[in-house]
């Protein structure tokens, strides 16, 4: 190829997946767990995305690079069978200053104190979730992801992703009501 072809390639390739990378490295977060893999993590992923790009042919690139992430993820994991997976995000890679995407600025400082405590006790709980449900909420909530793509992603039946989001839903809403229950 060119080097006018590669140069329209790549720029084909950032204007395509470029706009997806807040919400891919949202997911990689979430599966992996600690800042620095997520960011291995996503790298990888562009680097096969784009290494694959010109056999891409799907209408929607955001599922595409989602399950490639998705793979590179489940293949680290499979790499560190011998490491046990943290249970939370590291309290110093995750400033509490950070504005997630289910938050919203507020007026008063009262209310963007209840909001952050929200987030933050929100974030924690989605992140003890086992990872089928975990990965499932923060694909459809966080990643916007139709019923349909989430499939793709993940590799089974929409009916499967529906219960899976079901049962998570339900563990959150239940784990959210105790920890509210403890607060007062």
């Known amino acids: ?15 395509a997946a ?18 620095a893999d997520a960011e291995d993590a996503v790298q990888e992923c562009y ?10 042919r799907g209408p929607a690139m955001k599922p ?14 499979a790499r560190r069978t011998s490491q046990p997976m943290p249970a939370e995000p590291k309290d110093d890679e995750q400033s509490a200053d950070e504005l997630q995407p289910w938050q919203e ?3 008063s400082p009262e209310a963007e104190l209840l909001r952050r405590c929200d987030g933050e006790t929100i974030r924690r709980l989605v992140a003890a979730l086992p990872e089928p449900f975990r990965e ?15 499939a793709e992603v ?21 784990r959210w009501n105790v920890e509210e229950g403890s607060a007062t």
């Open 1 to 15: 190829m060119s080097a006018d072809g590669n140069a329209e390639r790549a720029q084909r390739f950032r204007d």
């Open 18 to 35: 470029l706009p997806h990378l807040d919400d891919v490295y949202t997911l990689a977060r979430y599966l992996m767990r600690d800042a």
């Open 47 to 56: 680097l096969r995305a784009l290494r694959h790009f010109d056999s891409y």
């Open 64 to 77: 595409w690079l989602l399950a490639i992430l998705r793979n590179v993820c489940k293949g680290e994991f």
């Open 105 to 107: 600025p507020q007026l």
């Open 136 to 150: 499932a909420v923060v694909l459809r909530d966080i990643n916007d992801l139709s019923y349909r793509d989430i």
């Open 154 to 174: 993940v590799g089974v039946p929409v009916g499967t992703v529906m219960s899976r989001l079901a049962r998570a839903r339900s563990m959150l809403r239940a």
